[in-house]
């Protein structure tokens, strides 16, 4: 075994204790209360960082959460890396739905529970772990390491495009790092060529000034919660096709090569579904499941609310009703022009009596990189040599909103080297990361330092 690797197979229960102590930090973007925390976390990793050698540590304040930047410059004629990560994590309600309490990170059956143990605090200990393998073996990496790790990225990225642009000059790179995806299975190493990108909307149908008692009222004036459903239902055809006028036009047609590498691809169809806990599949007409959540985009409502949802009943006609509705876009669609067509289709379909707004939350655009780029080889030596097998090419159909920034402030091949699996619950109660994934992506991003500063 060369040094490299005995050192990260000798530290490997300390790797996971310092990941628990960055998961014990509630770092919730989306919620205020967390707005400190979320700056703590960023100093916790910030110190993490200065502690493994890594200079020019910095916690850049923004309009929004920090973010947390770092060097390594000593490898002159090598490349440079921009490694990217988020240190927020979603919000870990239902509470009563964990096994163990969401920032009291918990081993069991080989699994790290915690809110944000995979998404993505996690793989981003992968790179701190793999980094501090390099300097304790060989005094220093083996290319020049820029580290971008942002606190918002589960709200859409709203501040990191600013500080993107203002530093672009000092965060000049050969190629883009992200672990922030998945794998194809357990032993199944893969790198993402593309993600969805999304246009996440909240719909509010307003009726009468307030409340009204549903007898007194009830069939003389429209109530906005059956008008909501009437336009929610509308928003989709009997295929499961998206009817928003000219919604499909940018769509990319998958070239027929493409497909069949989808189709061949070593996706476990029936395990994933297992996985959902879903009664059956369900999707768009003439398309594969695997094709349904890449190449394909959706439109799901998630969450709404009107009248009255307290125990037992209530005889009233709500004054409003809202739902959150997002759409999953694909290559190229893009959601600042899709935007307004929608929101003028949903005001069409609203019937009359009923008056319908549309709000634009956030939007990100979709991703797609060259699964051919040279640069792509060093990714997958590095997964050959980590998992003993050759990584695929897979698309994701999540979202990651700076890569499309990425591709405008910087254009360069992105390699995403990810280590998530199916059932890792992302997003959900009792997330967790299988200490399988987070050892072999700590051994890849190591080893794929190492292939990166032997060229592509
Ligand atoms: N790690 C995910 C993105 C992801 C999910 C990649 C599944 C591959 C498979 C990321 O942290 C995430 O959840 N992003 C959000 C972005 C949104 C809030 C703009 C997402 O996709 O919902
Ligand atoms: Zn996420």
């Known amino acids: 075994m060369d040094p490299l690797t005995r050192y990260l197979e000798t530290h490997r229960e300390r790797f996971v204790e310092d990941l628990k102590a960055a998961l014990r930090i509630p770092s919730v973007s989306a919620q205020p209360e967390h707005r400190e925390d979320t700056r703590r976390c960023a100093e916790h990793i910030a110190g993490h960082l200065r502690e493994l050698g890594m200079t020019r540590v910095e916690v850049v304040p923004t309009a929004g959460h920090p973010v947390l930047y770092g060097e390594w410059l000593g490898a002159p004629g090598k490349p440079t890396a921009l490694l990217y990560g988020h240190y927020d994590v979603q919000p870990p309600d239902p509470l009563e739905l964990w096994r163990t309490p969401p920032f009291e990170p918990t081993l069991r059956d080989g699994k790290l529970f915690a809110r944000g143990a995979v998404d993505d605090k996690g793989q981003v200990y992968m790179h701190l772990k793999a980094i501090e393998a390099h300097m304790q073996v060989n005094g220093g990496l083996p290319i020049n390491l820029k580290v971008v790790i942002e606190g918002e990225e589960e709200v859409g990225s709203e501040h990191l495009e600013r500080f993107l642009r203002e530093r672009r000059a000092e965060l000049d790179a050969d190629v883009i790092v992200v672990s922030d995806t998945a794998m194809l299975g357990p032993d199944q190493p893969a790198l993402c060529y593309g993600l969805r990108g999304i246009l996440y909307t909240q719909i509010e ?60 691809s070593p996706f ?7 996985e959902s806990g879903s009664p059956g599949p369900w999707g768009e ?45 694909v290559p190229h669609q893009d959601p600042v022009e899709l935007f307004p067509r929608f929101e003028a289709y949903v005001k069409k379909l609203a019937p009359p009596g009923v008056t319908a707004k549309v709000l634009d939350l956030h939007s990100a655009p979709p991703f797609l990189t060259d699964p051919a780029h040279p640069m792509l080889e060093a990714a997958r030596r590095a997964l050959a040599r980590a998992w003993s097998k050759p990584a695929v090419m897979m698309l994701e159909g999540g979202s990651i909103p700076v890569m499309a920034t990425f591709e405008q402030t910087h254009g360069l091949p992105s390699i995403l080297m990810g280590f998530g699996l199916d059932d890792d619950q992302v997003h959900a109660p009792n997330e967790k990361f299988s200490l399988s994934s987070f050892h072999g992506g700590t051994r890849s991003v190591a080893y794929l330092y190492e292939e990166l500063a032997r060229g592509a």
Request: charged share 20%; hydrophobic share 40%.
């Open 205 to 264: 149908v307003t009726g009468p000034a307030q409340d009204l008692h549903s007898g007194h009222f009830g069939g003389a004036v429209a109530n906005p919660a059956n008008a909501l459903c009437a336009i929610i239902a509308a928003l989709r055809d009997g295929d499961g096709r998206i009817t928003v006028p000219g919604f499909y036009d940018k769509v990319r047609t998958v070239p027929p090569g493409e497909r069949e590498m989808l189709r061949n």
């Open 268 to 274: 476990d169809e029936a395990a994933y579904l297992r």
């Open 285 to 329: 007409r003439g398309y594969s499941t695997l094709e349904r959540i890449t190449v394909r985009p959706t439109l799901d409502v998630n969450g709404m609310w009107s009248g009255y949802i307290g125990e037992g009943s209530k005889t009233v006609l709500p004054s409003l009703a809202a739902a959150k509705v997002s759409m999953r876009l």
